[in-house]
């Protein structure tokens, strides 16, 4: 039997122990903490879509720009929108500079909304940076070519009408195809529940839905060969206030609509977009390996050879550092009270 004295004194032992590794720990050089290690790079989304497939393109890179050159795996962490992973990286996982995540790019507009289920400060988190800043992608309403319906104009008259899928509430593609259908005013049906982009496009190939609201970089990525077949037909484009050079004909979001109130709206649920691809580690990273970290992603985003190869899977390579990441949710908590509840209201659970 252990007495309550062994017991206190092992109880002791091990947490001198555990101080004493820490304290080697915090003794390493940057390198020394990385040299042979592997690194987790978590996903909040299911495979197949952008996020998924710009994280796995990080991870085959970012490595080489990280002091000791660590292993970079990728794990698929999918729940609630993002939310899951990112509440997580904030109050779980290690904050050692071992873990990194490539988040929803929605999530921190969750905590500023006030989501319920958010149990993080977006602010508090080392934001490493974003690999897009939307200067040359678009968020795309779309469709199959096969389908009826030609131009946004179409979904304006009675008795014609698309429907469109999305993953649930927290996803940028059920809050897009949501303003389309209550900000907008365009006969559009919401379907919600499918589970990343892969299914959502295979989907729309089974004729269950005509559509959904998806990045213009997710489709050449995700659906290349689809996309180099015309397979699909473009009919509105949000995130964006000029129409994108590859789209001179598609018209915008804004110019459907003259309300202020309704651009204020637009406005809000575009500030995602400017942090279009952002990846973070948890808070309280030493600040050593935090600055790393940091440098490193804006050295692998500005090599020759990975922007090559960006471009050739048709990743939108616009990239601002994670300071730049923290000053545009900074600017998206000053949104006036109103416009958020607005907003609240119009894409909040069963608002659909």
């Given amino acids: 039997m252990i007495t309550a004295t062994r017991r206190a004194a092992l109880t002791m032992l091990c947490s001198f122990a555990a101080g004493a590794t820490a304290d080697v720990a915090d003794a390493q050089s940057v390198e020394q903490f990385y040299k042979g290690r592997q690194v987790t790079m978590v996903v909040g989304t299911a495979p197949g879509g952008i996020n998924d497939i710009s994280a796995r393109f990080v991870a085959r890179y970012l490595g ?4 000791g050159n660590p292993a970079i795996v990728v794990e698929n962490q999918p729940g609630a929108g993002g939310i899951t992973s990112a509440n997580r990286l904030a109050n779980t996982f290690a904050q050692d500079g071992s873990v990194i995540a490539k988040l929803e790019r929605a999530v921190p507009l969750l905590a500023i909304q006030g989501n319920p289920n958010v149990h993080f400060d977006p602010l ?51 809050i897009y195809a949501t303003i389309a259908k209550v900000i907008l005013g365009l006969n559009v049906k919401v379907v919600s529940g499918y589970t990343g982009a892969a299914p959502l496009f295979l989907a729309m190939q089974r004729g269950e839905i005509d559509g ?22 473009a009919l509105m484009q949000f995130g964006r206030k000029t129409r994108h050079p590859d789209f001179p ?24 977009f ?14 050593d390996r935090a600055k790393a970290l940091q440098t490193a ?56």
């Fill in 124 to 174: 508090k988190l080392t934001w490493l940076g974003s690999l897009s800043s939307y200067a040359n992608d678009a968020y795309l309403m779309l469709v199959m070519a096969t389908d009826p319906i030609k131009s946004v104009n179409e979904i304006k008259e009675p008795g014609k009408s698309i429907t469109l899928g999305g993953d649930n509430a927290a996803s940028s593609n059920v």
């Fill in 64 to 67: 080489k720009y990280i002091p």
């Fill in 249 to 272: 004909d598609i018209p915008t979001a804004y110019e459907l609509t003259s309300d202020p109130g309704a651009r204020a709206m637009l406005n809000f649920a575009d500030l995602q």
């Fill in 297 to 352: 992603f804006m050295a692998m985003c500005k090599d020759p050879a990975v922007l090559a190869a960006a471009q050739k899977i048709g990743i939108d390579m616009s990239p601002i550092d994670g300071q730049t990441v923290r000053n545009a949710i900074a600017n998206a908590a000053t949104t006036p009270r109103e416009v958020v509840d607005r907003y609240n209201k119009l894409v909040g659970p069963g608002r659909h």
């Fill in 212 to 233: 959904q609201v998806v990045g213009y970089s997710s489709v050449r990525t995700g659906q290349r060969d689809l996309w180099n077949r015309h397979a699909f037909r």
């Fill in 274 to 287: 400017f942090i279009s691809l952002p990846f973070a580690a948890p808070p309280g990273v030493p600040a």
